[in-house]
Every structure is written in C-alpha cells, then in structure tokens.
Nanobody
Framework: QLQASGGGLVQAGGSLRLSCAAS????????IGWFRQAPWKGRAGVSC????????YYADSVKGRFTISRDNAKNTVYLQMNSLKAEDTAVYYC??????????????????????WGQGTLVTVSS
C-alpha cells in the first residue's frame, strides 16, 4: 500500500514537500513515480526515481523546480516542489513499478508502467 501526503494550499512561488510511504512491501526494488491530475485533465507523469542507481527523470514542466528523492531506510519517496505555479494545482499520486529502472527513462512517466498506486494528495497553488 502506498500513502501520499503533504499536499495543501500554498501561494505561487512557495514550496511543498510530498511524501510517499509504502507499507506491506519494500520500495527497494521498485521505480517510484509521481503523477498529477488537474481538473478535467488526464493523469500525467511528473517525475520518477529508479532503485537500481537512483537516477531521476522529470517532465519538462517541472524540471528545475521539483526534486524527487528516496529514503529506502524509511521506505519513503519525496517530491520537493519549489517555485510553485498556479498550473501545478492538481491531485498528486505516487505509484510503484516492479522494475528497478527503465532502459528508456522517459517511459517512467507513463501511467501504464505502474503496478501500485496510492491515493492522491491535493496541491492547490493560489496566484
């Protein structure tokens, strides 16, 4: 089971840190992804981190503003979000894929690659 938390209301330019905690299984051998779904839009990949070498990948829209990291000892993955914009407003989901990494890293932003999903956490950025 995955539990996402840390969402909330923040002003544009502010920061939030989301957490994704796993229970019942270890994240050690999984690639973890963050996705978001804005109102009236489909779910889109934001970032991912592999377990094999800790490599990361970001959607262009968040590159340079968001940072994904993992703490295997805590069985938790984080998404640090800085310089938030109104267009970042969405429900954020974390997911786990039963792969240590992707040969083509861009595939880690695809919904269909993931096996387990947590419930979402709402991020609202006011302009």
């Amino acid at each position: 089971q995955l539990q996402a938390s840390g969402g909330g209301l923040v002003q544009a330019g502010g920061s939030l840190r989301l957490s994704c905690a796993a229970s019942g299984f270890t994240l050690d051998y999984h690639t973890i992804g963050w996705f978001r779904q804005a109102p009236w839009k489909g779910r889109a990949g934001v970032s991912c981190i592999s377990s094999s070498d800790g490599s990361t990948y970001y959607a262009d829209s968040v590159k340079g503003r968001f940072t994904i990291s993992r703490d295997n000892a805590k069985n938790t993955v984080y998404l640090q979000m800085n310089s938030l914009k109104a267009e970042d407003t969405a429900v954020y989901y974390c997911a786990a894929a039963r792969l240590e990494g992707f040969y083509d890293r861009s595939r880690c932003l695809l919904v269909l690659e993931y096996d387990y999903w947590g419930q979402g956490t709402l991020v609202t950025v006011s302009s």
